[in-house]
């Protein structure tokens, strides 16, 4: 394996079509065949089904997805292992003003930098999603 010294590498620019990540058409990867479009239910886990817009060769049965859709499974396989009871998780303990209850976040999980606002997205009842 050749050594790359990836400080003397120089900035690269890509221009990417406006459907480039979303395609309406692909080519088989074995034989080049036009791949038709089909949905395809993939169950990630007993809790997480998602479908996802394929495309498959007609000769050869080769599945592709474009990055949208890989950008789909990516996401439902990220839910999977969210929902999953082995998810890495830490507790931490709220503090009460009175009027509400006030969650500190470590600062090592801020990456440094001073946060003034998170998103909180509800998956139940009891439990939900922080993003920061
Ligand atoms: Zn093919």
Redesign the pocket.
Known sequence: MKNVDLEKLEDAKFTFGRRAFSPRKMY?G??N?KMKRVPIDMYVSDDVRVTLNAFR?P??N?EMLGFDEARKLDRALLISRLLSKNAYSFKRKLSYDGDNYILRLPAEYTQGKKREEITIVPLEHNEALIRW
């Open positions: 088989c074995r034989c065949n060769c000769k050869d080769e």
